[in-house]
């Protein structure tokens, strides 16, 4: 049996990681958790050396708050599914 190997084509990952299209999916996907964590959240989208990534942060001190006695952005991240 012949097992061929395999070259990763690794800039090529790091391009489709940093696309138009990957980005938008993030951000989609970071305003959908941002969204149901309630007022005062928000995502943040930036392109990294190698891929794409969105944060969601909590904006406000009443986000904070929220966050710290509830657990918002973890118990949200579905909603990013």
């Given at each position: 049996?012949?097992?061929?190997?395999?070259?990763?084509?690794?800039?090529?990952?790091?391009?489709?990681?940093?696309?138009?299209?990957?980005?938008?999916?993030l951000i989609k996907r970071g305003a959908a958790i941002a969204g149901a964590s309630g007022a005062g959240y928000?995502?943040?989208?930036?392109?990294?050396?190698?891929?794409?990534?969105?944060?969601?942060?909590?904006?406000?001190?009443?986000?904070?708050?929220?966050?710290?006695?509830?657990?918002?952005?973890?118990?949200?991240?579905?909603?990013?599914?």
């Amino acid at each position: 049996m012949t097992v061929d190997k395999i070259k990763w084509n690794m800039s090529g990952f790091r391009q489709l990681r940093k696309s138009r299209e990957v980005m938008s999916d993030l951000i989609k996907r970071g305003a959908a958790i941002a969204g149901a964590s309630g007022a005062g959240y928000e995502a943040s989208p930036f392109t990294g050396k190698n891929r794409g990534r969105v944060s969601v942060i909590t904006a406000t001190p009443e986000a904070i708050e929220d966050n710290a006695a509830r657990n918002s952005l973890v118990n949200n991240l579905g909603a990013g599914r």
